[in-house]
Every structure is written in structure tokens, then in C-alpha cells.
DNA sequence: CTGTTAGCGCGTTCAT
DNA sequence: ATGAACGCGCTAACAG
């Protein structure tokens, strides 16, 4: 298909015969500019449905006005919430973005962060892949002061902003909630050790133990790589063990939903038997049965305080330094933890 | 923050005293060059490491490699899937694309539009908002030949290429399947009579009952805004009726769902009572209790079709006559549904 | 083999 | 109050 073609200043200026730089004044309200030939321009313009070309203005003032995000999925709510809050920021403030998903791969992550630099976007929000363990890409970016912040999912290696919810505490306050309800014997249901989600979060698990004196060689720690398979091998496992928890812990929800899963097909009862709690508060987490306790993480006002932030620098509104947010999660306590009178 | 400063072919050409337009034929592989020159350059430039800038070689030519694309929403599950095929597609074609989401509102999905090509993307994917009835601003694009299709959300009014599902098989499929099971009241929870889906999926019903012998005067449709309250209502008012329904088909997932709470707060068993379906075949529909029947929306094949047709015209591979593909829905058969040994 | 010229659409000089 | 010239980064056409 042949685009159709663009009206430009130049022709507006043929048939009007007057100079580009007149069209381009007018259409740009400049004072200095006679009443008639700026209506003439104007109208002109507009009758042969003239739109501005922000591509020539972005490489005239070598600003595109647009940023670059990249995450490892779109399809998650959790991303997509973040996306949209990025998207209606940067919208309310003039820019575009472009977004690429890294599908979870490092190599299709550095391939994302070469083209959007290709593009000429003016700064970059990144989520990092979960293969993502070396960061010489961003290191590149930072050495050619290329503005970016990390969200979410991001590393320490790198002296840039980040946005990031307090994983730590907010698995604090749900294995806390667990303890005081009365459980005792509490598992985390974790997910690859290097990821730094489940190094975080089981920091705060630890933490909760310890405030109610279970030393951490107590912890029940069970590692999945989150596949369909593993996360069922480690809960059936976890089901034939002589002293088996009395409630889990799961560090993200769809993992706890299917965890949930798994026990009710195996005539476990939740809570009764065993109590599970998740992290993210995912919008099924409110509708399955029994509803499931989780941690609130604030998906959508990370992205505009992300993207805000990000532009605040490009703007110079801040300085550079970087900072580091870290969002309040809150506990959001459902029927899949409450503790039954008896037991 | 002051962008680092980007090194141009220029810079390049200076610094080893060569031409401009020497340093372009050597970075893009000019076989009438001389060997030796064209190493020199392609080491320079990876020394200093030099990044091919997209958008001059857009405005040269007059093609951005960009798709823009318009959704009502980002964080609805089947939204981020359309996008997510829509982006892995692009990004396979050597485009990248920028995203907008209108918010369901009317004014400014017609803005989204108005950026979008003032950007310059070489086309777009639109899905319309709710509040969008009249389609100027679509004339418009078509009138300036500036290639775009439509998904999902789609109008008639404008002869361009669309992809949608069978929205009225799908509805009739679930239909029909609850009338096998053996219901016989069936009521159609409806969203506003204006969209294009509600009026679809009605087609469907209607015909599935007129197949089991119900004349369209003993249909049972009730109308809702799609708010919470009103969704409420008109449950709890059809819960009143004397000879009420003792089958719901939800016009969307996530009304069948809040339907669902709703029943069951009311003391009513599902499907025993009241049998229950729904539509899209959103991942909470899988978990909630008990599970949902629904039809199932190829979401991400959408995006994927809708993207690489749009390319393919672009490309000029297929022509431009407008198209409509029609993907198939497949009913998801689950325990909301199913008929009890008794009543 | 390589350099010069011109132009993509725009806006900012600097003239007039 | 308006026009001409120049440059943003790149490449195709034309010269040598």
C-alpha cells in the first residue's frame, strides 16, 4: 500500500506563495507575524488537512519526545498496569512510547534496548528478563548517558533510579500475618534463587520467623523454577512430609493459585488443613476459593512514578543522582489464611 | 538530564578524513569500496561506538517502521495479548510500535489518532473505544490514504481491513450448549445496546434459542452499563422474578464473574440453581469456583494476523482491498455449566 | 573507488 | 513583516 501523501509547510507555501519560514511561523503563532497572512496560512493549512511532522522536528532539535520501555511480558497485569501508567503519563506530558517485551530473554532483551536506542528515544523504562544476569548493556547505555531507570525487576550492578515495590516487607507483613493467625510451620514457595524477587522476598519471610523466635534453620524453603511441573513436583512433595508445613507462602500469585490447585485436588483443605497466602494481588487472586490472601503491589503508580521521575530528568526538573523509590505494599488479607476457631 | 551526545557518520568521517557518504556506503556494506577503507571505517565506528540513528533515515525516506496502535485498554488481559502478538510480529518484520490506549474515551482515542500520525507511523491498528459512535476521524485517515486496519473492536462504516472473532458463533456456541445440557431459561446479560459485541453475541443467542424451538419474543435479555452497581442490579432483580431464568450467558468474563459473587452471596448454586457462562475465556475464569464456562478469544493469533496483514499491505504482498478475517471461538466447556443428575 | 551535491520537513538564524 | 540560508543525520545520484 502507497501511504498517502503528507501535505507539507512547502506546499502550503506554493500556494500561497509565500516562504516556508512564514508557513512555519504561522502555524506556530508567532507574533511578529501579519493578522491576514497568518489566517490566510492557517486556514490554508487546515483546508488541505496539514499535520505537523514531529519525525523532522525530532531530528531538527535531536529529541524524539519519546521514551522506550521494555518488560519481559505484556500479558501479565502486573506489567500491563505498569505499562499504562507509564503510557498516561508520558502522554499527559508529551511524549510517545515504544515498547518492546523481552519475552523473558536476555538476547531479545539486548536486541529491544539497541533498536529503541536506534530510535532516538529519549530515555528508556526497563523491567529486566529473568535470564538477564549480566548487565553490559546497560552499562553501555549508562557510558553513553543514555537517561534510563529500572523498574520492578532491577539490578544494583548499575548507579541509575529505580522503582521498585518493598519486596522484603511486604513478605514481612504476610508471613507475619500467617504467624499470628496462629500457624506455625511456614513454607516459601520460592522461585529461581538468583532471582532477586526471591532473594528479597525471602528476606522479609525470615525476618517474620525470626520475630517470633524461629531461627532460620527452622525456615522451610522450597525452590521451584516455576514451571507447571516443578511447582506441582515440590507441592506433592511438600505433602508427603512426616512434620509438612501448615501453611505456604508463595512468592508470587499465579504460583500460589496453582499451589492452590494442587491442594484441593489432593483433599487438602485451605485453611483448614493448610493456609496459602500469594504476592501481587493479581485480579483472580480476589476470585478464587477460597480467596486468596496476597500482597498488594501498586502496578500502575509505579509506572507514572517511573515514568514521571524519567522525565522529571529529562527535563531537568531533578538532578541526575540516582534515587531509589521503593513503594509501599499492603497486606490484603483474604479468606485463604483465616484461622478456624478449632485447631 | 542532558542526553549523552550520539556519534554521527559525520564524526566518523572526519576523524579518519574520508567523506560523509564514504562512511555510509562502508557501514552498510558497499561492495564498490575499497577493503581496506571499509575496515578502517567499521572499526572506527565500533570504537566509538557509533548507532545507526532510524529516525534521519526515516525522514529520508519517508517510512518510520513504526506501527502505531490504539486500544481502549492496556491492562485487560485480552487486550495486552492482541498487543503482545501485535508486537512480536512487528518486531519479527523489522518494526517497532508505539502504543496508545483511549481510555474508552471517545476524544481521546480521535488525539491518540491525531499523535500517532503526526509521528509518522507507517500505519495502525485500532481497536475503538465504547463511546466511539461516529467515525470521522477514521474517514478522515482513510481519506488521506493512510493505511490502517481494525480488530476487535470494530465498525462497518469504513472499508478498510478487519479482524475480529465470530463473536456471534461464540455466542451461539455457548448457548447452545447450555440448552443441550438442558436449561431452559436462558437470559442474556447484555452491555450497552450499541456495541458492536453486545449486538453480535445477541445474534448468536437468538439463534441458538430459535434452534432449540424459543421464539425471540420469549428471549431474556437484560441490559447493563457494564458498572458494578448496575451489574448488581440487574441480578438481583432477575433473582425477584417469578418465573426467573435458571440459566445466565454474561456477555464478558468478567461480568459472568461478578454475576457469579453475586449469586452465590445470595445463597443461589451454581449451576444447580442458576447455570452460568461467560466470554473471552479470561485466566480467572479458569479458577473461580466453580469454574467458568466461556468461549475462548484466540487473543494473541488476533494480534498476530491483524499485524502481519497490515504489513503485508504495507509491503504491498497483498492488495489493498479491504479484508475481514473472521477467527474462530471455541466454546470452553466448564462445571458452571453442567447439568445436574436431578432437576 | 571516493567526493560533492541535493533533499527528506522543519525552525532558527540573519538579512531585508 | 517576510525571505533566504543553513543544518539536524542520512543516502542516492552524479562526478570524477
Do not use: W
Not at 528508556?124 to 529500572?150: A, G, V
Not at 531461627?215 to 507441592?235: A, C, G, H, Q, W
Amino acid at each position: 500500500m502507497k501511504k498517502g501523501h503528507q501535505v507539507t509547510m512547502k506546499e502550503i507555501a506554493k500556494k500561497l506563495g509565500v516562504s516556508v519560514s512564514t508557513v512555519s511561523r504561522a502555524l506556530k503563532d508567532s507574533p511578529e507575524l501579519h493578522a491576514d497572512t497568518k489566517t490566510r496560512i492557517v486556514e490554508m493549512a487546515k483546508s488541505m488537512n496539514y499535520q505537523y511532522n514531529l519525525l523532522a522536528q525530532s531530528l531538527r532539535i535531536s529529541r524524539s519526545k519519546v521514551l522506550g520501555v521494555i518488560v519481559p511480558e505484556l500479558t501479565s497485569h502486573f506489567f500491563s498496569s505498569n505499562i499504562s501508567g507509564i503510557q498516561d503519563t508520558a502522554y499527559k506530558r508529551g511524549y510517545n512510547i515504544m515498547i518492546c517485551q523481552s519475552n523473558e530473554s536476555f538476547e531479545q532483551e539486548k536486541a529491544n534496548v539497541r533498536t529503541l536506542v536506534s530510535s532516538q528515544v529519549d530515555g528508556l523504562l526497563i523491567s529486566l528478563s529473568r535470564e538477564t544476569k549480566s548487565y553490559e548493556h546497560l552499562q553501555e547505555l549508562y557510558d553513553r548517558e543514555i537517561p534510563f531507570i529500572m523498574f520492578d525487576r532491577v539490578t544494583e550492578e548499575i548507579p541509575v533510579s529505580k522503582v521498585t515495590v518493598d519486596d522484603a516487607h511486604g513478605a514481612y507483613l504476610v508471613v507475619h500475618h500467617l504467624l499470628e493467625q496462629g500457624f506455625k510451620k511456614i513454607a516459601y514457595f520460592s522461585g529461581p534463587e538468583d532471582l532477586y524477587i526471591s532473594k528479597k522476598r525471602k528476606e522479609g519471610y525470615l525476618e517474620a520467623l525470626k520475630e517470633f523466635g524461629i531461627p532460620e534453620k527452622e525456615s522451610r524453603v522450597y525452590i521451584t523454577d516455576l514451571t507447571f511441573e516443578m511447582n506441582r513436583k515440590i507441592t506433592l512433595d511438600m505433602l508427603q512430609e512426616q512434620d509438612r508445613p501448615d501453611a505456604i507462602f508463595a512468592m508470587i500469585d499465579p504460583l500460589a493459585v496453582e499451589v492452590m490447585m494442587i491442594l484441593k485436588e489432593n483433599g487438602v483443605r485451605i485453611p483448614e488443613d493448610i493456609a496459602l497466602a500469594g504476592f501481587t494481588n493479581n485480579p483472580t487472586s480476589a476470585v478464587v476459593e477460597p480467596s486468596l490472601t496476597t500482597v498488594s503491589q501498586p502496578g500502575y503508580e509505579m509506572g507514572q512514578l517511573a515514568a514521571n521521575h524519567l522525565l522529571d530528568q529529562l527535563d531537568e526538573l531533578v538532578s541526575d543522582d540516582p534515587q531509589t523509590f521503593v513503594l509501599l505494599t499492603t497486606l490484603v488479607a483474604r479468606n485463604s489464611t483465616k484461622k478456624t476457631p478449632k485447631s
